[in-house]
Each structure stands twice: as C-alpha cells, then as structure tokens.
C-alpha cells in the first residue's frame, strides 16, 4: 500500500517537524486491488451470462473521505461488453462500528443509447465488528433503475466470522424492490482464504428466488482469485 503524505513535503520544506499521529492523519491512502472468477454476480444474478470476467479497482482515502474507480467486462447479449463503477463516499468508524455514507455510479460501454443503462444509486451501510465476527446492512436507492425507468431500493443484511486467522466465512441475503416489478430476494455464503498478505480465494454460492427470470437468476457456485496492493 503506497502512503502519500503531503504534509511530510510542506514541513520539510518549511524545516518543521510533523508528529507522526499528524502526517497520519493527513495521509492519502492508495490502493489497487482487482481479481479474475468464474462468474460476475450482482446481487446473485450473473452479469457475464455465466462465463468469467476480470475485474480491477483503484481507491483513495483521505481521512475518512475516499473515492473509487472500477472496471469489469459484461455481457448483456445487447452489445454492452464492459462496465465501470465510480464511488465517493464518507466512512468513518466509532469503535467497533463503521459506517459508510456514499454514492455509486454504474456506468456501461458498448450499450444501446436507449433505454439508458447507466444507473446511480446512494449507498448507507453500517458494520459492527464482536469478537472474531462481523454483522452489518446495507441500503441503496437508485431514483431511476438500470433500464427500467423506475425507482429501486435494495437492502441487505451480511456478517463473517474468522474462523482461522486466514479463513473467513461469510454471506448476505437482500431484497431488491423495484417499483412497479416484482421483489426478488438474494444471497450468498462462502469463505475466503488469504494465501498471502495480498492474494486471496474465494468460493462462493449464490442463489435468486426468481430462476423464472432466466439462467442468469440460477443459482451458482463462483471461484474467484483476488488481490490487494
């Protein structure tokens, strides 16, 4: 992880001395992380129709503010073939409990101008950490849902428990509420294993209550290989 402190370089110049708590606190955190799996899934319906993609995202955190830029490759059998994400957000955390306050941008290449798929969607999210485990929900609410010309809620409840110091286990269910559609429910369990300090696998099951929908709805179970710099 790369630190970028710009009150180091201010107070050399200025031949001060910064104490470290300060140079901390006014650092720029940068990170790269991304991965490759065998599925793409967005609240447990395959983005990639089932086949694997690749997957990369760049952040930056100054206190407790940050900002994100992803990409993934898609495929929605309309022409779209790649997606990119765009997040700013606050999160800060009170003891064992952390929020995050943000706004997330879907973004998509290769698709038809109408109806438009780009989609915004205000995130709230709370995690409290007991003992080995974590328990957390999270909202967001899109005013104008993917293609669908209407406003969506999405909520979600998730937790994970370390079960090793490098074996974790973990999973979520949630509900997506589109108005004027149908509710669909989804959820995930799995475990993650940390084979360095940087890389990790994955395996993951996912599943819908609406496999009417289509094979993208079906359950699946993914591997995915991830990273952390």
Known sequence: ???????????????????????????????????????????????TDRNPFAFALASAQYRDFYVRVGGEN??????????????????????????????????????PNSPNRDTVEYKAAVTQTIGKGTIGAKAFYAPDFLT??????????????????????SGAYGIEQIHRFKDFQAWNLGATYALTKTLAFDVRYY?????????TYHSAIVAALKFSI
């Open 1 to 47: 992880m790369n630190r970028i402190k710009a009150v180091m370089a201010i107070s050399s110049i200025a031949g001060l001395s910064v104490p470290a708590r300060a140079q901390e606190e006014n650092a720029v955190t940068l990170n790269l992380s991304g991965g490759v799996a065998t599925d793409y899934r967005f609240r447990s319906i395959s983005q």
């Open 207 to 215: 599943d819908t209550d609406s496999h009417s929908n289509g094979t």
């Open 148 to 169: 669908l010309d209407t406003r969506a809620l999405y909520t979600e409840i998730n937790g994970s428990y370390a079960l090793t110091p490098k074996l974790t286990a």
């Open 74 to 111: 898609v495929d929605f059998n309309d022409g779209t073939d790649a997606e990119y994400d765009l997040y700013a957000g606050w999160a800060p955390t009170f003891g064992n409990t952390s929020l995050d306050i943000g706004v997330v941008r879907y973004g998509y290449i290769g698709a």
